[in-house]
């Protein structure tokens, strides 16, 4: 008799944003004359930048020439743009990172899911931020990591909490804990974390011969110089963290799908005995039983950011969307709400103080406005909502003026 694996049973019925779809859809169905605007799923809406475009052509190009012609490339990534990626986003700001220690994805997304497979199933003791995006849970679920789900959290799972209190950045935590998960900038919040908080994080990790997953797939935000980019700016950092980073919100790759994860050569983690096992090793043994690369004309396009060209692009278009934030904090702040975010993120995080799907429905309903609510990420979710900068201008525009109306 084929079994099923069990755990997915712990799992809610549907992911969050297969809740807020099916919310959207009945309504858009009830109402096709009522356009929506959608501020809630963090997707892109600009144009890939031109050097991007130029480049992905260029591949093409040169895969239909015989000569030039390329078929399975290396699954790790092309040299050209994991040595791009080891100059520009790491050792020019001081983290000493190699090109060979970075495996080239087609997505953040996919790397934080995938990344457990290589650590223990039983008696793994998880952190995991509270909101949180979806995936670092979930994931773990299926794999066994956890108990069964009591009043909306997962028995076996240490929950940092993220409160108005620490300023939605979570604490560490009392007790020794393995595989810890942070994401800065933050997916929900838009809060960051300072180079003392992550120092902290690090010198925690060490003491308990843990490793720390870091998401940064929104660090092209980052407009304060004193917040970190990355986690190997902290000293020590390479020797307990594995970093994932996206050209999802970078670039505009949401739809061409192209990201890195960085596992450092001197980062272990131990057998049942207390052996030491090199992680970069075990990764790139699942990375290359699992997976084939990323296509050729993506990465060419992936590297084309890297150039002058493409960093002035890059940076106008971040730019962009973090002016629809600046717009929608000014906005969210004068109808009364606390928030955080939209300065170094492309998220708002309101502080509704009321029931989240309910201001969810609320502004779908009498705004045509699709947020994200907060309790889909947790359960210090509650009473918030996110609000995403990802769209036009003309669209952010018309919906802040619909959600005063909605809200007066």
């Known amino acids: ?40 799923i963090g997707d892109v809406t600009e144009p890939l930048p031109q050097v991007c475009i130029d480049a992905l052509k260029s591949g093409a190009e040169e895969l239909a020439n015989r000569a030039t012609f390329k078929g399975y490339g290396p699954e790790q990534g092309y040299a050209f743009l994991r040595d791009l990626i080891a100059q520009h986003d790491y050792k020019a700001r001081g983290a000493a990172i190699e090109a060979d220690e970075i495996f080239v994805s087609d997505g953040s997304k996919c790397d934080c899911g995938n990344i457990q497979e290589i650590f223990a199933t039983e008696g793994l003791k998880l952190a995991i931020p509270d909101p949180v995006y979806p995936v670092y849970v979930d994931t773990n679920v299926m794999a066994g990591r956890t108990g069964a789900n009591l009043d909306g959290r997962y028995a076996g ?65 980052i407009r304060d110089p004193k917040i970190p980019h990355s986690i190997y700016e902290i000293e020590g950092a390479r020797d307990v963290a594995i970093e994932f980073r996206s050209f999802s919100k970078t670039a505009g790759f949401t739809g061409t799908r192209c990201a890195y994860t960085v596992v450092p050569k001197s980062l272990v983690a131990y057998d049942q005995a207390g052996n030491a096992h090199p992680v970069h090793a075990l990764w790139n043994r699942r990375h290359t039983t699992k997976f084939n690369g990323v296509s050729y004309p993506v990465q060419k396009a992936a590297a084309a950011i890297y150039s002058d060209a493409g960093k002035a692009q890059v940076k106008a278009m971040t730019d962009f969307y973090l002016a629809n934030a600046a717009l ?13 975010g939209g300065d170094n993120a492309p998220y708002i995080w309101v502080n509704t103080g009321t029931d989240s799907w309910a201001f969810f429905d609320k502004l779908l309903n009498e705004a045509q406005v699709v947020c994200t609510p907060g309790a889909g990420f947790g359960k210090c979710g509650e009473g918030h909502v996110r609000i995403s900068a990802f769209n036009s201008r003309e669209n952010v525009e018309k919906a802040l003026t619909r959600i005063a109306a909605a809200l007066k």
Request: charged share 20%; with cysteine; proline share 7%.
């Open 157 to 221: 799972i240490t929950y940092l909490e993220s409160t108005p209190a620490n300023g939605y950045v979570p604490a560490i935590p009392p007790v020794a804990t393995d595989l810890i998960y942070l994401c800065f900038p933050n997916n929900p919040t838009g809060a960051v974390a300072t180079r003392e908080q992550l120092t902290a994080w690090v010198a925690y990790a060490k003491a308990n011969r843990a490793i720390i997953l870091f998401d940064s797939a929104y660090e092209a935000y």
């Open 328 to 340: 929608i904090r000014e906005a969210v702040k004068k109808l009364g709400f606390s928030c955080i």
């Open 1 to 40: 008799m084929i079994r099923i694996n069990e755990n997915y049973l712990k799992l809610k019925a549907s992911y969050l944003f297969s809740d807020i779809a099916k919310r959207v859809t009945a309504f858009t169905t009830a109402n096709p004359d009522k356009p929506v605007i959608r501020l809630g």
